[in-house]
């Protein structure tokens, strides 16, 4: 869940498990689990019993979705061994359309281009202007020549992967995000004690408290 949760990837969760959701709030350890799901932007889509008898009922069949899809139906099927089912309709959703956006590179590279282009100008036309309008609107306008010039616009196709989700995520801390989901990928399918080590080892270098 948490590598879902940082691919921002949308998904369905579905199984048997032995653990009674309707404990949430009177059991600690299910109450831990619930809260688990919920911290990774999971929900619960079946809120009652799916199994029922005499002397107890309880809610052991589990379907998660983090899907923002509001067009959905869940419920459960009454059988002698309920069955559980969560429809979602989204027709309007086109898969195989591609989302591009532009932007600029504002590499090393083009940033020392720039600087040299602004010095290699000759601006002793401007000095000619009686009027500071006139002077500072062909200043601008020699400016934006050079600045698209250098830092064109570029047509690419969005990743969401690769896009801050607000001023605060640096492009360091996106980086951090994926090696911490890589590491903790390869814990699971390798669960060796080499493996397990680099991870915890990972989550311990942004769980330092900060000093004072």
Same mark, same amino acid.
């Given at each position: ?5 940082? @691919?921002?990837? &949308? ?5 048997? %498990? ?23 932007? $999971? ?8 199994? %029922?008898?005499?002397?107890? +009922? ?29 429809? %979602? ?16 590179? $504002?590499? @090393? ?14 601006? &002793? @036309?401007?000095?000619? !202007?009686?009027?500071?309008?006139? +002077? !500072? ?14 830092? !064109? ?27 911490? +989901?890589?590491? $903790? ?8 004690? @080499? ?18």
């Amino acid at each position: 869940m948490e590598i879902i949760n940082t @691919e921002g990837t &949308s998904s369905l969760i579905l199984g048997d %498990v032995n653990i009674c959701l309707l404990k949430y709030g009177a059991n600690d350890k299910t109450s831990d689990y619930v809260d688990g799901i919920l911290s990774r932007g $999971f929900l619960p889509v079946i809120h009652k019993p799916t199994r %029922v008898t005499h002397t107890s +009922a309880t809610l052991i069949d589990h379907i998660y979705s983090n899907l923002t899809c509001k067009d959905t139906l869940s419920g459960i099927i009454l059988t002698d061994h309920f069955g559980t089912f969560y429809i %979602v309709n989204d027709s309007n959703r086109n898969t195989d359309k591609l989302t591009f956006i532009t932007m600029r590179k $504002f590499t @090393e590279t083009n940033m020392t281009k720039f600087k040299q282009l602004l010095c290699d100008r000759d601006f &002793s @036309e401007i000095i000619n !202007y009686d009027c500071p309008t006139s +002077a !500072y609107d062909k200043f601008m306008s020699i400016y934006k020549t050079i600045f698209n010039g250098t830092f !064109y616009l570029l047509k690419t196709l969005f990743n969401k992967k690769y896009m801050k989700r607000g001023p605060w995520v640096s492009t360091g801390l996106l980086a951090s995000v994926r090696n911490k +989901a890589k590491l $903790f990928k390869k814990k699971l399918s390798k669960p060796t004690n @080499e493996n397990i080590k680099c991870y915890k080892m990972y989550l311990n270098l942004f769980n330092r408290p900060s000093a004072s």
